[in-house]
Nanobody, 125 residues
Framework: QVELAESGGGSVQIGGSLRLSCVASGYISSFDCMAWFRQAPGKERAEVAAIHRDDRTLYVDSVKDRFTISQDNAKNVVYLQMNSLRPEDTALYYC???????????????????WGQGTQVTVYS
């Protein structure tokens, strides 16, 4: 079993920054990829960024050059540094873990087996 716990959400003004953290515990070797997803009210849960155990990363176009996903394998922690935040970044952010799909991290939420409870990010003007 794997447990994921997010932290670091909050309210921030437009243009501000936040860093989300996700601590993984349990059967860590059961997954190769960790990702951040977000879900705004009335919208589907969508991938934001993913990182493979070998540090390869993926980003959705809307966050490229603003968000950075990273990991500390020794501490089993994945981070999401979010800069230049916009109102459209407002959502509940989830951490997720999955086996790699071949040699790459999955892009679909349905391929992620383990999920955290989520942390709210609100960007205001």
């Amino acid at each position: 079993q794997v447990e994921l716990a997010e932290s670091g959400g909050g309210s921030v003004q437009i243009g501000g920054s936040l860093r989300l953290s996700c601590v993984a515990s349990g059967y860590i070797s059961s997954f190769d990829c960790m990702a951040w997803f977000r879900q705004a009210p009335g919208k589907e849960r969508a991938e934001v960024a993913a990182i493979h155990r070998d540090d390869r990363t993926l980003y959705v176009d809307s966050v490229k050059d603003r968000f950075t996903i990273s990991q500390d394998n020794a501490k089993n922690v994945v981070y999401l540094q979010m800069n230049s935040l916009r109102p459209e970044d407002t959502a509940l952010y989830y951490c997720a873990a999955a086996r790699a799909n071949g040699n790459s991290c999955p892009r679909s939420r349905y391929e992620y087996k383990y999920w955290g409870q989520g942390t709210q990010v609100t960007v205001y003007s």
